[in-house]
């Protein structure tokens, strides 16, 4: 597996980017293409249009929705035990001044760093992105859905 950084941190589930999706996105548009071209079965079309719109939908959000809300919940788990071991205090405080964002990019950071950027995050207001990009010692997270 490559080294992780800034630029490959991104993760794709093939079975569902790369075959399921383009597959009901293929029959979205060949539906609506029938639409106009078998005026005879208008109605059959459109009702198949709109039953794979709302697969198609419900295939992104409800992955999206599930994954999206365990990992955050883990994230921010990480980042209280962390904070924990480093500075052997309760994150309480610190974790309720900062954002989503920043405590995602904060994982990505090494324990010195950690330190250097939390404090950035806290006084500075820096965006989670701009964390992730002032990272020098990149600590992958492979295990990310």
């Known amino acids: 597996m490559k080294t ?6 991104r993760k794709f589930y093939p079975p569902h980017h790369f075959i399921l999706l383009p597959l009901l996105m293929i029959l979205q548009v060949y539906g ?5 071209d078998d ?10 249009s709109t039953v794979i719109f709302l697969i198609l939908y419900l295939a ?3 992955r999206q929705h599930y994954a999206i809300g365990l990992q955050n919940r883990i994230v921010r788990l990480e980042f209280r035990q962390r904070y924990y071991e480093i500075f052997s205090k309760r994150s309480d ?6 954002s989503f964002g920043q405590i995602a990019a904060l994982r990505f950071a090494d324990d010195e760093e950690f330190k250097e950027l939390l404090y ?6 820096v965006s989670g992105d701009e964390i992730k990009k002032s990272v020098r010692n990149w600590r992958p997270d492979n295990e990310r859905i």
Do not use: C, G, R, S
């Open 39 to 48: 005026a005879a079965n208008q109605l059959i079309w459109i009702l198949f």
């Open 93 to 98: 405080e610190v974790h309720d001044k900062l």
């Open 4 to 9: 992780q950084n800034y630029q490959n941190h």
């Open 60 to 62: 992104i959000m409800t």
């Open 32 to 36: 609506i293409y029938k639409i106009w």
């Open 120 to 125: 950035k995050a806290l006084n500075e207001n």
